[in-house]
């Protein structure tokens, strides 16, 4: 199956303010454009495999149907809901950041 992505104003500030970290706070512009390389990546992944990923660990989030991709070579996660032939993007976090009082 292949899925429509669709992407929050959330999801969107959150990745901006990463690669604005990224880019600017830290001057590695060179980073900030390989996670946008992985997160494109994650997303094209999400169109053909959504619903083959776990929900998350925490079981707030996932009652709530939060699943997750990890970036495949960076330290965050995408966290995602999947509702009929659409995947809702809700938001990018550093694996180490308590995201589930972030959503």
Do not use: W
């Not at 604005?20 to 590695?28: E, I, M, P, T």
């Not at 994650?42 to 009652?63: G, I």
């Not at 995408?78 to 950041?97: A, N, Q, S």
């Amino acid at each position: 199956m292949v899925y429509r992505l669709e992407i929050t104003q959330r999801a969107e500030e959150l990745l901006e303010n990463i690669i604005f970290y990224v880019a600017v706070k830290l001057s590695n512009p060179t980073a900030a454009a390989a996670i946008l390389d992985d997160v494109e990546k994650a997303y094209s992944d999400l169109e053909f495999m959504a619903e083959t990923l776990a929900y998350c660990e925490d079981p707030v989030l996932s009652a709530k149907g939060f699943r997750k991709i990890r970036l495949e070579h960076h330290d965050y996660v995408i966290l995602y809901k999947v509702r009929g032939g659409t995947v809702t993007i809700e938001g990018m976090f550093h694996e180490l950041e308590n995201y589930g009082k972030k959503l």
